[in-house]
């Protein structure tokens, strides 16, 4: 009787286990299977997919073609002649009858400079790699008020010109080359533990522009990290995250799946908003959570800029610039970074008069501490499923 009792306890113990490991199965995988598919059907991202990229891959032929129509240059010349390298893309060649724009390495700039060598036919600026930078800094005379910086291309020679291997990514990144110093002013406040290693912080904002740059996308810096480097040419000692924004008539939504891959390198940890009006995702690295980057899409309106915030209760805020001109670049512990061309003017507008003064990130709220923070409405509670969704890494 006791041994019968017995196993008909360990029968309904059993199974007892059973059932919970059961439901705990049901349970995970549904949640994660209706997870996976709300974030994987994310049916705003089929909408707001862009065009792939066009095949800008020019023939080496079609600009030899093009390259025979100039004045050939007797030493090795980088062509920089935007409008000459947009009719090499185009396949539109044809002869010019002013000044061809190339650069030369600063090497060979300041050996044929001595040796009264440039000749008329060019108009030309010097070039170098710096030291411990992933850019290319560039001088002319005529724009001698401003050096330009560029990230590292990779050049096709064709005979004694070299020309971008991608020139159409050559192109946008000089648009945005015209280079702007930070001010490096000594920010009172009291010693303290730098949270975020500087040094760290840009080697990431960094991989994660590149990442960009891969859609066609030329993340700005936004926020406290703009204002920490123009200000002290650095990351706030106190700040714990980093920022980017992307202007929404490059935004791409399909880098999102990118974070989906078993290969990449950042991880989404939140994404906020809808693609069209108030679009946000935070990131961070696989091998280093301690360094999040937020990325704002900013919208451009008649007369301003804005980035949008939602919060955990699906109140909307509205984040205002001035209108936004994005095609300046900057050095950030030595990685280039794309910034707006009035760094001065955007921060003054976020952080007021007071800018040059610390404030404690401790007590430095995101929604009410800022002077160009609104308040935007709310989320409707059907949509909040939709626009607020947090810790996919943990799902995953
Ligand atoms: C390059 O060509 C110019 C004339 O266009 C000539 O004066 C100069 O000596 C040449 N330099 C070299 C290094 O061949
Ligand atoms: C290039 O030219 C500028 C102005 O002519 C000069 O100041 C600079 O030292 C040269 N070299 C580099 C690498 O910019
Ligand atoms: C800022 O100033 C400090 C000392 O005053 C100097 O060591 C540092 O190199 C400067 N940084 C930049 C980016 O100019
Ligand atoms: C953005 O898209 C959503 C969903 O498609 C739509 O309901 C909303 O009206 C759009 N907002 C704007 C500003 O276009
Ligand atoms: C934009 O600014 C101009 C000039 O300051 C003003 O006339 C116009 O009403 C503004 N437009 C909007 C939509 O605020
Ligand atoms: C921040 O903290 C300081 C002192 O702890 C306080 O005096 C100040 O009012 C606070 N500022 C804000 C905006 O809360």
């Known amino acids: 009787m006791r041994y019968s009792s017995r196993i008909i306890f360990l029968c309904i113990f059993a199974a007892f286990i059973l059932g919970v490991i059961l439901m705990l199965y049901i349970i995970i995988s549904t949640s994660s299977i209706s997870y996976k598919s709300r974030i994987k059907n994310f049916d705003v991202i089929s909408a707001f997919r862009r065009k792939s990229k066009p095949n800008t891959k020019v023939s080496l032929l079609t600009i030899r073609k093009c390259l025979d129509l100039l004045p050939q240059p007797n030493f090795t010349s980088l062509i920089i002649d935007t409008e000459i390298l947009q009719n090499i893309i185009e396949n539109k060649c044809r002869k010019v009858s002013r000044a061809i724009k190339i650069a030369l390495h600063d090497k060979m700039y300041q050996e044929l400079k001595r040796s009264d060598q440039l000749g008329r036919k060019f108009s030309i600026a010097n070039f170098s790699y710096p030291e411990d930078t992933d850019y290319m800094r560039f001088h002319d005379d005529e724009t001698g008020r401003f050096a330009r910086i560029i990230p590292r291309i990779k050049i096709r020679s064709c005979g004694e010109y ?8 050559f192109l946008e990144y000089w648009k945005r080359s015209r280079y702007i110093d930070c001010l490096n002013l000594t920010v009172e406040r009291k010693p303290m533990e730098q949270v975020l290693d500087p040094v760290i912080s840009v080697m990431h904002l960094a991989e994660l522009r590149n990442m960009f740059v891969s859609f066609n996308m030329y993340p700005l810096l936004n926020g406290g990290t703009l204002l920490g480097w123009y200000r002290e040419c650095s990351v706030i000692p106190h700040t714990t995250d980093l920022d980017f924004s992307v202007k929404y008539d490059e935004f791409d939504i399909s880098i999102i799946e990118e974070f989906w891959k078993p290969s990449t390198k950042f991880l989404m940890n939140r994404r906020l908003g809808m693609p069209n009006d108030s679009f946000e995702i935070t990131v961070s690295p696989v091998d280093n959570p301690g ?9 451009d ?27 300046c670049s900057a050095d950030l512990k030595g990685k280039l970074f ?9 921060v003054k507008f976020e952080y007021g008069p007071m800018w040059m003064k610390d404030h404690n990130s401790k007590n430095f709220s995101w929604f009410s501490s800022s002077s160009n923070v609104e308040r935007n409405g709310h989320w409707d509670v059907a949509e909040l499923d939709d626009v607020i969704q947090a810790n996919f890494q943990q799902i995953n």
């Open 162 to 169: 070299q020309v971008p291997a991608d020139i159409l990514l």
């Open 291 to 299: 360094y999040p980057i937020d990325v704002f899409v900013m919208y």
């Open 301 to 327: 309106e008649t007369n301003h800029s804005y980035v949008s915030g939602t919060n955990h209760i699906g109140m909307k805020f509205r984040y205002k610039y001035p209108l936004y001109d994005r095609y």
């Open 338 to 346: 794309w910034i707006t061309c009035d760094p001065e003017g955007v």
